[in-house]
């Protein structure tokens, strides 16, 4: 069992977790807008109301893009447009540029890391408590 482990940790540090990160620390830029600026010069933050809209907006186009079977609308831009472009323009609205690149990215990083677990314990890995996968620190599972 320790070899499996051992095993599952190096391959986790060295394959999974790159792949699991890979674009999201990238260095090529991008043309964003720029934040809206307020009186004091200071980018003005979204208020709640504001970050609960995003969110939603958010939910109702992953929803959409789980019913039409695409992880990664970044790398299938063009099929994520054809089946859920309504939900992506009110996603884009609703949301700040740099929110909407976040969510797509991590969404992708998700489903890698649950692939990655299942594929774990389906080789008969078993879960250790305070490493990745686990619950959060005092949660009871």
Same mark, same amino acid.
């Given at each position: 069992?320790? *070899?499996?482990?051992?095993?599952?940790?190096?391959?986790?540090?060295?394959?999974?977790?790159?792949?699991?990160?890979?674009?999201?620390?990238?260095?090529?830029?991008?043309?964003? $807008?720029?934040?809206?600026?307020? &009186? !004091?010069?200071?980018?003005?933050?979204? !208020?709640?109301?504001?970050?609960? +809209? #995003?969110?939603?907006?958010?939910?109702?186009?992953?929803?959409?893009? !789980?019913?039409?079977?695409?992880?990664?609308?970044?790398?299938?831009?063009?099929?994520? /447009?054809?089946? #859920?472009?309504?939900? &992506?323009? *009110?996603?884009? +609205?609703? #949301?700040?540029?740099?929110? *909407? /690149?976040?969510?797509?990215?991590?969404?992708?990083?998700?489903? /890698?890391?649950? +692939?990655?677990?299942?594929?774990?314990?389906?080789?008969? &890995? /078993?879960?250790?408590?305070?490493?990745?996968?686990?619950?959060?620190?005092? +949660?009871? $599972?």
């Amino acid at each position: 069992m320790k *070899v499996v482990k051992a095993q599952f940790l190096e391959s986790l540090t060295v394959d999974s977790i790159r792949q699991l990160t890979m674009g999201l620390f990238s260095s090529s830029q991008t043309s964003l $807008p720029p934040p809206k600026i307020g &009186a !004091d010069g200071a980018p003005i933050a979204p !208020d709640r109301s504001q970050r609960s +809209q #995003c969110w939603e907006a958010r939910d109702a186009y992953f929803k959409c893009l !789980d019913k039409n079977e695409i992880i990664d609308s970044l790398t299938e831009n063009a099929k994520a /447009q054809k089946f #859920c472009g309504s939900e &992506a323009s *009110v996603f884009d +609205q609703n #949301c700040a540029t740099s929110w *909407v /690149q976040y969510f797509k990215k991590r969404r992708v990083m998700e489903y /890698q890391r649950e +692939q990655t677990l299942q594929k774990l314990k389906a080789e008969g &890995a /078993q879960e250790m408590p305070g490493v990745i996968g686990a619950g959060a620190p005092g +949660q009871k $599972p």
